[in-house]
């Protein structure tokens, strides 16, 4: 098991994959590494599925702090192509926050939601001892479709093209620009540190997911989370049993992550990068999902193709997953430096 972060295929094989509870004839995707949700049906309508930590950073802001945990719920959901419906939400909240804060988290959640056309079904809130941030509770986003309409994590084929929005290490870039914003501006210009704050509100891969399957033939989505581009790539091609052919000078690299990234000595295509989508599309309509994507200013290009055979090769050259993501680390690091500078 991982030190830190979420496990590795080792643990998930020895001691997830062969204790999955009653095998029921109704669910449609089972879980595996790397799959971002699970399905089941009910009486011929599809039903996903994804569960996540609350996820809340008060040194963010609340506010921005709500935004992304609210987001990461609903990420996993969007992958499939559906839009996220309903959410059921577990607050395991610290003793010390306070009720006005409570009260930002949900506000700014609930305005999300409500712009996404999503309904809370059920939860459950309360303060306990040794609770702490920023895993504060968990949550279930659900979505409802047709089956056809779902797109499946191990449904890219041969021939496809590879699309990639956004580019790498966009939450390492976005979280650690802002916690440790005074520290870089020591170093940094003030323009490159404002270009890697702006990548926060980039951290959201539900636009990208949901604009890429209305506008074309996408055959499966990703999202690059933990273990960041080059991991969600390993992931996306085991997931269907493919090869990947990529050409990294394709891949965009958004404004402040190359400066932010070298700040942190950090390798930008294994740092955790929610909001990066991984996408197969069929060569016939990838110009369509470009189009769309281009629409709604999300930076996105075809940087490869899907090929025979099994992982991904860069530039020529075989990767294999990172296995750790440099992100946590350089958090616990730079906490440290920031709590000694502040004494």
């Known amino acids: 098991m991982t030190e830190l972060g979420k496990i590795d295929r080792s643990f998930f094989d020895a001691y997830i994959q062969p204790n999955l509870g009653a095998e029921r004839e109704d669910v449609t995707l089972w879980p595996d590494h790397g799959v971002d949700f699970g399905a089941i049906d009910v009486d011929g309508t599809a039903v996903v599925m994804a569960t996540d930590p609350v996820f809340i950073m008060p040194s963010l802001g609340m506010e921005r702090a709500a935004w992304f945990a609210f987001h990461i719920l609903m990420s996993d959901v969007a992958i499939s192509g559906l839009p996220p419906s309903h959410l059921s939400i577990d607050f395991n909240l610290p003793p010390d926050i306070t009720d006005e804060a409570f009260e930002t988290v949900w506000t700014t959640m609930d305005a999300e939601a409500t712009e996404l056309g999503v309904s809370?079904?059920?939860g459950h809130t309360a303060r306990y001892e040794g609770c702490n941030y920023p895993m504060v509770g968990g949550g279930t986003t659900i979505a409802v479709g047709d089956h056809d309409d779902v797109i499946r994590p191990d449904g890219a084929r041969v021939g496809d093209r590879l699309v990639i929005t956004n580019g790498p290490a966009i939450e390492a870039t976005g979280l650690l620009s802002?916690?440790?914003e005074t520290l870089m501006r020591e170093e940094l210009d003030d323009a490159t540190v404002d270009r890697a704050n702006e990548r926060f509100y980039d951290m959201s891969p539900v636009h990208d997911a949901l604009t890429a399957?209305?506008?074309?033939?996408?055959?499966a989505m990703h999202d690059a989370t933990e273990c960041g581009v080059y991991g969600g790539l390993y992931e996306f091609a085991r997931a269907a049993g493919v090869g990947l052919d990529v050409d990294r000078s394709a891949i965009p690299v958004a404004p402040g992550v190359e400066e932010t990234c070298a700040f942190f000595d950090i390798d930008p295509w294994s740092a955790i990068s929610e909001g990066t989508l991984i996408a197969s599309v069929r060569p016939e309509g990838v110009d369509d999902v470009l189009d769309a994507l281009e629409a709604e200013d999300i930076p996105a290009a075809v940087?490869?193709?899907v090929v025979e055979g099994s992982g991904v090769v860069v530039d020529g050259e075989p990767i294999d997953h990172p296995e750790k993501d440099p992100f946590w680390a350089a958090m616990a690091e730079?906490?440290?430096?920031?709590?000694?500078?502040?004494?």
């Open 120 to 122: 809370v079904v059920t």
């Open 178 to 180: 802002i916690q440790f």
């Open 213 to 219: 399957a209305n506008a074309g033939p996408v055959t």
């Open 303 to 305: 940087v490869g193709s």
């Open 334 to 343: 730079y906490a440290a430096k920031q709590e000694g500078s502040d004494e």
